[in-house]
């Protein structure tokens, strides 16, 4: 029997995987504090002279392109070349693809160069990636005109990776299944980093779980329906962050139980 979203949980407080990141240094803390509050050993060691050396003792390797330079982008290359040695998931946050040429650029060189497990954007983000004409404002979703989770699966299937389109609804593919996760608030959107947040949420999930979609869409459910909670707490966003982090680290499993809100379907062809 497959493990419940709070079974992986618990599995990370049992076990405090460590997830290696390398992120941006707009929301660097707010990763690091996310994967503490889920009972996980975060780290964020950026030096090229160790990135390598660091994965060796991490069960996860989180990349998220935030605030991009080509010497982080090597730094990245060195890190997920070390993950793929060991075999240990790698996420990649293509935050901000969609912005800019040197940052599309930049990120389907480090598809190319390296294994990427879990790909992980925006609905923008993701139709860029798979080939579309789509434009990131900043590193908010900008419009996409095609079917995001056909584009999604089709993606998965030319990385061979699992694709992550975050949104008002989840979409978690292989390319062969779709989960989709319908929790969360709208009051994630007016905080800074929950995206990023959500990324090192998959990644402490992929450390424990080897069924890479069922961990990023169980990830995914606890995460936001810890801000649904908090949401019921705090009306605005400086006291829904606080609230965000109390939550999650006192979320039990009746709660998970009652309000899941997540979906499996099998993908056409």
Known sequence: MKPTPYDILEKIRRQKPVVHHLTN???IYDCAQIVKTLGGSPVM???PEEVAEMTQI?????LNLGTLTVEFVEAMKLAAAAANRRV???VLDACGVGATRFRDANCL???EVA???IIKGNASEIARLAGETAFTKGVDAGEVKGNIARLAQGLARQRKALVVVTGETDIVTDGKQTWRVQNGHPLMTRVVGTGCMASSVIGAFAAVE???????ASGLACYEIAAELAAEEAPSPASFKVKLFDCLYTLDRATVEARLQMERNEDPE
């Open 210 to 216: 080897p069924n890479l979609a069922l961990a990023a």
């Open 88 to 90: 240990i998931p790698v």
């Open 109 to 111: 060189e480090l598809l």
């Open 25 to 27: 240094w707009v929301t």
């Open 45 to 47: 060691a950026h030096a």
């Open 58 to 62: 991490a069960s996860a390797l989180v």
């Open 115 to 117: 294994h990427m497990d």
